[in-house]
Every structure is written in structure tokens, then in C-alpha cells.
């Protein structure tokens, strides 16, 4: 299948909700080390929140994504839910008019969905969060135009960064306080993505 | 830890629930009810003054809704940011056709949602200006004073902007109240034990039972060290200080805040205050309205923060004006 559709997203969003029941914890136990052990709880709302807006019935992609948006928005205003929120207006917005996209426009899509990501929160490349993920998938992925060269080059790029980061400091938000601290462990939304990522490409 | 809840993700609609029960001046509104607002409503023609945040810090936020102080308050889950409909139904609610403050602490989640709030309602014709709370001295140098995080401190700015909108000012004029108001303010806290969010499986922190952690934040971010404890006018001690060196009180005038954490008592609070007093007195500061007492939590957290509010003649003016609501009252 060369186009992501409504039922791709849908698909996405469905495994997804099944991986956070073993991703809940794992996320709650990385946000314990950084923050207030609650990440995983709050992305298994968002997300069931998600899979109960339905986006296989829309009538377009781009209402799929404005709907996950509007999903998320309502799910919660925590900051890494908030990002996830701006994202997909991001992807509502550059899919305009269109039932399906390439695998090949995944990746301007990401690009784009990051690029807003920092405008609203502040954040940069290199800060050890979510967006430095989104960033490797996005280059990843580029010019891919097959679901399985995509899956298989996401999930490869999420180790990658995983791994990078690791070892570093984060540098901003509520993390950034724990300087050394930080060091040697998983940034709680960049530890999600990866995961949400591997899950849905299975 | 044990908590008295029916079930996690019940914790805060019940909260407001009982709240709103309990006080009548308050009422829940909002598409999903996660507005707090006055039960008399705005009054037409008063500059809005909203504010938000995560729950699991009353009386702060929804507590301080109320004549004199703040109009509408949008309150999110449990240390997380309201979302994006809540900011929009709180600035909505408080608009009485001159504007809307945002007055609210400097975190990621609330400043994201608001801000998006804020530009979607410009569409609607409503004007509205922010003024971030930042006073929390540990959470960054004074270099670097806009990125640090709102804590107990807010209280001050919602009682100067709300006392100078019930005075009739304009907006820019409420505005600037506000921001004077969180620049005369610097708070410090310590932290003697950990606090739990209902839907996590363990406390945010751990703390030995002899330690005491300097400067720790409102959702156990990290302080500037960690030590045994010490006795209760060596904590103090060293809090003032670091709170006199970070700001000249140049008015020779303060008003002071001892705050609870939530499982401080209040006994503890007093020895505290004894001890701050004491030594301001010795620094030739003159003391004005001190509170002491719980005003802004975090949940059940042990310990206690100090906030330092200089005042000049205009500030004064304001911090003695009429306001009443639930959890603060000047006659």
C-alpha cells in the first residue's frame, strides 16, 4: 500500500492504546527519576481519549488528525499533551483537503509537526526531549515511500536517539533543574515516543 | 502512601465538587466543569483577572477566586497544566468587556495552554494581556529570572491586580500592578517529606527521615542541597538570607508569607515566623500584614516556604484592600 489513510491513523492510535498497558508504568517509573511519576498514567488518558475519538470515520485525514488534536487538547493540559496536541494540528493543517498522503510526505509531515513543537514550547534540538526523537524519525524516514522500509527505519532511529541521549544532561523545562541527575537516564517523552513508535510499527 | 479518595481519576472532579459545596461563593462552570469562578459572576465592565494551573495546591488556585482577588480560575488534573478549553471558558467567564489578565505560575503546561487560549479568543474579540509568576529563588539565578517558577509568591499578584480591578483600572493599568507586584516577590521552601500524585504508585521523592531538602519546588523539582536537619531558626536563617540577597528590600517594608506545605503543622509554622520576624526586625524591616498559615500546598508534602512581598506605599495600599474569598479575608 503506497497512501496512509484514516484507517492507518486508526491503526496507529489502536496499538497505540494497547502498548500503554505495559508502557504506563515503565513512563510513570522514567517521570519518577525527573519529575512527578505521572507521565505514563497521563498518556494512557490522552490516549484512550484518542482511541474514543474514532478517526477511521472521518472523512479525510486531515479531519482525523483535527479530531486526535481536539481529543488530546480535551485529554489534558500537561505540557508533553499539550505538544502531542500541536502536532497533530500541525499534520490537520498540512494534509488540508486530502483522504490520503504518501509514505513519503511522513516525513515533512513530522518535520513540520517538530518545528511547531518548538515554536510552542521553547524547547531545542539537543535538549534531551521529545522533539530530538521526532527529529530522528523524521530524517529517518526521509524519502521512504513504503510502509515497511518506514516501520523498519523509525524504530532503528528510536534506539538511536534513545541511546545518544542517554547519556546526556536535559537542558529545559521542569528536567533541566536535575542537571547531573539527568544524566543516565530516559527523557520521559522522548522515552515515549520511541516506544508509541515502535508499537505502532510493530 | 495512604490517601482518603474514592478513586484516583475521581480526585479532582470531587474535590471541586466538595468545594464548591462548601462554598457557595464559588461555583464549578466551563464545558467540563473545571472552571471555578465567582457565583455572582463577572461584573460588567471590571477588568477580568483569570488564573489556572494543576490541582493538588489548594487553597491555590481555585481557593483564591473571590472579591479583591482573582475572578475565574481554570484548574487541571493532578500537577498537570489545565487544558486548552478550561484557559479559554476561565478568560471567557471573566470577561467583562475591558480584558483579561492571565496571572499564572511560570510552568510549561499552563503557559502553553494559555497562551494558545489567548490567541484563539483574540478572534473573539476579547483582549487579554499575561503576567507569569517567577518567584521562586531556587529554581534558577537571577540572571536568569524569567525562567524560574511560580510558587507561593502568586498570592501577592492576585491580591494587588485583583484589588486594582475592583478599584476600576484598566487593563495595562491591572497589568501592571501585576508584574510590579511578582517583582517585589521572592519565595524560598524546604521540604521534610515527599508528596504522592493519586494516580502514581509511589511519592514523587523520597527523603530520608532525617533529611531536609533547601529550595525544593511544589511538585518535588529539585533544590539546592540536601542535609540533615537542622533546627528551625538555622532554616530559617539561611532562607532569609538567601531571599535578602536576592532582592533588596530598598522600601524597608514587607509583608511575609509563612506557607505550609500541606503536612507542616501549624504550630511549626509559628516557630518559623517567630524566628523570621525576629531577625527582620534586627534588619530594620518593618513587617505589614504577615500571613502564616497554609496558602498554597502540595498535597501532602512536609515543610514550609518563606515569601518575601516589599511593598512600597502603592502596594500596601493595595495588599490592605477589601478582599474576601474562601481561604483569605481583609476586612
Redesign the interface.
Known sequence: MTAITTQHIAGAVSGAKAAMGDLEQVLNEADSKLGDGDTGSMLARLIDRLADADPAVEPSISDAFSKLARAAMGATGSSLGTLFATGLMTASRMTKGKDSIAWSELAPLLSASRDAMMARGGAKLGDKTVLDAIHEVATAVEGLNDQASVAQSAKQAGQIVLERFFNESCKVGRARMFMERSIGTHDPGMLAFVRLVDAVAG | MKKLLNAP?AYVDEVLDGLTLAHPSLVRDGT?GRVIRRASGIKPGKVGVASGG?SGHLPLFTGYVGKGLIDTC?I????????????MDAIRLANGGRGVLRLYGN????R??F??AGEFLEEEGIRTTTVLGIDDIA?GTLDERQKRRGVAGLIYAYKAAGAKAEEGADLDEVTRIGRKAVEATRTIGVALAPCQ?P????P?FSLAEDEIEMGM?I????GIWRDKLKPADAVVDEMLDRLLADQAITTGRVSILVNGLGATPLEELFILYRRAAERLRRERIEIVQPLVGNYVTSMEMAGASISLHAIDDELATLLAAPADCPFWRVA
Open positions: 481519576t467540563a494543576g481554570a487541571g488534573n493532578v500537577f498537570e497544566g489545565p487544558n486548552i478549553d478550561s484557559c510552568y510549561g503546561g499552563d502553553m495552554n497562551d494558545m529554581s500524585v494516580t502514581a504508585d509511589r514523587t519546588g511538585h518535588g523539582e529539585p
